[in-house]
């Protein structure tokens, strides 16, 4: 799945006044790329990266994913899109604390309206793909850190998305397990997954093979990186 952005601009309207989040952004992502997103507070790339997972739409400006244009499509096939094509990874994991792991896998498949069978199977493989076939009825509070981040980055890959979308994956984790993490997203996409993190850390961003930069709601750069860490 390919995604194009063509002089997008995002307003949001604060007491009357209109704040600029994005001002005219332009750029492609390809399958099987490897892309960080980087910029200080405020430089707009959550904005970005809300927009990119389809969790907002564009004030002005073309947004095309895999061809459709984002800004016309209905709520309804908006969260179709975030269900079936793009596999979320958040900082602070969003877990279900009394479910166990092998549960908050299979939830996306329970949205989408996949029978229990085939559910069982693809969550499974998931799970093992992340290296937690051992850990499939712990709860999270009976995880470490690393460990929860590995079941979230599972349920992202569940619905066997087009891309993985991470929101400063390692944030909340210490040096060695933040590593560990970024071992198994590099793992990902040299399995054939398009990866595009949001980070603002330059070890973290040093694993991605290009980088976007944003400043003020403008791209500063965009760079392929010779050689990912």
């Known amino acids: 799945m390919t995604l194009e952005l063509d002089s997008v601009e995002k307003i949001y309207d604060m007491n009357s006044v209109g704040v600029h989040a994005l001002r005219g952004v332009s750029f492609g992502i390809d399958d099987n790329e490897y892309v960080a997103i980087m910029g200080p507070s405020g430089s707009g790339k959550s904005t970005l990266m809300n927009i990119i997972g389809c ?18 499509l209905s709520e309804d096939r908006l969260a179709e899109i975030r269900n079936e094509k793009i596999g979320f990874v958040f900082q602070t994991f969003n877990l279900l604390p009394r479910s166990d792991v092998f549960h908050n896998v299979e939830l996306p498949l329970i949205y989408a309206g996949i029978r229990p069978s085939i559910r069982k199977k693809l969550a499974e493989d998931a799970i093992d793909r992340v290296g937690l076939a051992d850990r499939m009825k712990h709860r999270p509070n009976e995880l470490s850190g690393g460990q929860r981040q590995r079941v979230a980055i599972a349920r992202a890959l569940v619905n066997q998305p087009s891309i993985l979308l991470a929101d ?38 040093s694993h991605a093979l290009r980088v976007i930069r944003l400043l003020d709601g403008r791209i500063a750069s965009d760079s392929l990186q010779s050689e990912a860490a």
């Open 55 to 72: 969790l907002d739409v564009p004030t002005s400006g073309s947004y095309l994913l895999d061809g459709a244009e984002v800004g016309s």
């Open 168 to 205: 400063e994956p390692t944030g909340n984790l210490d040096s060695n397990t933040g590593a560990e993490i970024m071992e198994v997203f590099d793992t990902l996409h040299g399995e054939g997954n398009t990866i595009i993190l949001v980070t603002h850390e330059d070890h973290i961003a």
